[in-house]
């Protein structure tokens, strides 16, 4: 498959594709029996309906997911912003939060850490362009098609991406167990980075050397480690009781 598009699956996700982010939805599908019950406002709005039936799907989505009917052809490269481009019109603020991935290779994280950054008021996320899971159906479908609201850009080395960012004003912060600091006795007072490492090997360390502070999210002695969406949630969530103004920012529509 073409990585310049993806296919998406099921109401939700293909609902908020189209309400949110119209240019990326370049074709809709929509199973017979289904056809009728989707909002005409949304159909409108689609360059392309294709209407299937039966079992068969006319697209290349495993045929064990739960599409409920509906489909729909996004063009990936569109969705993704480029860093320059993100920069170029984004106002930091003391209000500001960023999640940069390390290398995340679980869809199913990713989607997660895009949700969480949505529902905590964060700015954007920073994806690797390489050694990291693309954007796919999985990763939009586990967001709960808050990959349609949430500003993600794509970038070719997290290193130079960290610099950028501190140069810009923000301060940045790697997750890992090892950190001397604990995220909850942090204060964030600064326009805020968060560095979540790979599943397997955390924080690359060069990667660690650019990160201003490592922070450790203090557990009980029976757990060693949580997910990397997890512990971005549980920073995200942290961070977000010091802003609480940032839950106020409306998301891009």
Known sequence: MDDKYIYIYGRHAVEEAILHRPDVVKILYLR???RDDF???LKSKVPQLKVF????LPVPVDSEVVH????????REALLLSYEAFMANIEVTSDSCFVVLGELQDPHNVGAVIRSAAAFGASAIFLPKHRQVSLTAAV???SAGMAFRMPLVE??????TIE???EAGCFVYGLAGEGKQSLFIERFTKPTVFVLGNEADGIREKTREHCDMLLHIPM??????LNASVSAAIALATWSAQHRDALLNKLPT
């Open 140 to 142: 939009v479908k586990v």
């Open 164 to 166: 950028g960012l501190k």
């Open 68 to 75: 409920q009917g509906i489909l729909a052809k996004i063009d």
């Open 220 to 225: 009980h002695p029976r757990c060693e480690s």
């Open 155 to 160: 970038v070719g080395n997290v290193n130079r």
């Open 53 to 56: 039936s039966g079992k068969k």
């Open 32 to 34: 017979d029996d289904v």
């Open 39 to 41: 909002p005409v406002a």
